[in-house]
């Protein structure tokens, strides 16, 4: 087991697993550090597209919601 920050020490060593922790999870890959870092852009990348559409399907309801929201009726 090695554990390092050092990316060019990580690739050298000619890793076959890595295991990282994000979010409170340990994730394991099973591939060099070099393909791991590939997938971890790829990953971050898929991620933000995600968030972006999640924000403008947000924004559009919203938008729905201000035009055609409930209409208060104070007269009970």
Same mark, same amino acid.
């Given at each position: 087991?090695?554990?390092?920050? *050092? @990316?060019?020490?990580?690739? %050298?060593? &000619? ?10 999870? !340990? ?13 971890? *852009? @790829?990953?971050?990348?898929? %991620?933000? &597209? ?10 559009? !309801? ?15």
């Amino acid at each position: 087991m090695l554990v390092s920050h *050092e @990316e060019a020490l990580l690739d %050298a060593c &000619k890793c076959t697993a890595i295991a990282e922790i994000r979010d409170k999870k !340990l994730h394991y890959f099973r591939c060099g550090f070099g393909k791991f870092v590939e997938e971890r *852009e @790829e990953r971050v990348e898929r %991620a933000r &597209k995600e968030y972006e559409a999640q924000q403008e399907k947000i924004a559009h !309801l919203q938008s729905y919601i201000d035009r055609f929201g409930a209409k208060v009726d104070n007269n009970f």
